[in-house]
């Protein structure tokens, strides 16, 4: 068990022998460092229950305290504000056993499962500024839950399908009429694609653009659509899947650079074989009706403030659409890995759709009401204008060249001889762009700005990293000089104390992170973590510290900041180079 969690229910033991009437304790950390490190207010709220003044309860609680033994400096301020600090061989066998424990004080959930749509990026279409923050934040939060001990399965859920892949195969029929996939027959061997990753960048664009301005384009379109959907023409469904692969290989690799990965690389297509299921199961609940030709289910409840219109599952001309594939795959997951939980990270304008489907899938029995759909969504990155940010001719820009640019301001910085400068400024450039997109609120917007993202001695990524491959470094240099370090054996000065009681916070800081599927409260943890040991490491010159066991003890607690930075940035997926 976590340690600050073991002492809080000591002294709630402690507290129930001698009859006081708590079911909680609650640690604070005290805002008036003078007076304790430590607070507990719980005397106020018993007054009423035990018909005493604040004061006298505070005084037994104290005595209660003083017999667990964890504590020094106990003292009451004020009417009954209780104080307190840990005896300091307690903060340094902290620091001994958590660098030796294979769980680093980190308390586990129950180990639920928890299927997270994240990435969402569009077959055929460039992955651009607007899919940052889903891969960002979905595959921070997949990796917090694991580490809290869930079981996480993660799914990209392509757009796989759609008027988007009508588009495509249009154009390239204009380009390439002569090849086999359109000779209207099912072939043995199909053509290779005449085209490349590169090439799809601009032929969705062109036809959106063509079908946009000709309305017997966009029919074309629509029957290409839908003769690919219904699998009738072999040739379409043949060429899309050429498309689909060449696409995917270039999608990967853009999720590679961001450290984001997915066990499940599935898409919309996937859920076909589920829609009659899902569809049968709709139907009988009575609540799939029928409405101007077209099938629908009615959300709306009484309390409902905002509108709160039907969910549309089949068009009138009996075609399905984003929101049938969206439930099918709701049956798959089901049926397939049966997850406690379903979480969907989209940008903040599906949130009124995902309400729908929620609604719509508890209604209608898709799932039953102990199943939890959530959504969590964000705000977007914006340019200085305060829209989402785009390239200089206005278009959103892609996440290459959003990488690209933020890669290339950091090399005009680097040493110019330095070994594996593309790699390193990549990492670096991963770092910066991460941490400012954890930094603010998962729902607030935000504003590009790479000078200040990539700022060494800025609230930044490349600021936790320097000093993360700081500590690195006086390790190593430590190792070489046959230093061995696990021990802690000085009374720790204050600034030490201030690390180590920082440290105990980690696990409240990856769980309150957990509850509100926001991570910025572990970006901010980072930075005063790192600012913290910095001060520290500044003022003490480590390595050359002549009292050995004040070296190895210095020594000690380096690592255990080293291994947290490590392990929070892990979380975040954010990878530390070997040199910056
Ligand atoms: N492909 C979608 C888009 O670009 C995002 C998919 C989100 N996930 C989902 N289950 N609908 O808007």
Redesign the pocket.
Known sequence: MNFLNTVEKDILNKFKENNIPLDEVKLLTSGKKELGDYQINDAMKLTKILHKSPREIAEELVKCLEETEYFKDINIAGAGFINLRFKDELLTEYVEKVIKSSTKDVEKLESDRIII??????IA?TLHV??LR?ANIGEALKRLARHLGKEVIADV???DIGRQSGMVIYEIKERYPNLNYFSGKEETTWDELPITGKDLEEIYPTASIKAKENEEIMEKVREITAELESGKNKGYVALWNKIKELSTKDIKSIYKELNTDFDLWEG?SDAYPYIKETLDTMEKSGYLIESEGAKIVEVIEDDDKAPMPPLVVIKSNGATL?ATR?LA?ITSRMKRFNPKEIW?I??MR?GL??EQVFRASYKTGLVSKDTVLEYYGFGTMNGTDGKPFKTRDGNAATLKSLIQSVKEEILTHMNKDMDNKEEISEKIAIAAIKYADFLPNRTTDYIFEPSKFIDVEGKTGPYILYNTIRMKSILNKANDMGIDYSNYYNKPTDTEKEIILLLMEKNNILHKAYNNKDLSSIADYLYNLTSLFSRFYEANHILTESDEKVRESWLTLTKLVKETNEELLDILAIEVPEKM
């Open positions: 749509d994240y990435g969402g990026a569009n279409k607007g899919h889903s859920h392509f757009g919309e984003y969206e795959t969907y989209v940008d599906q759709y995902f």
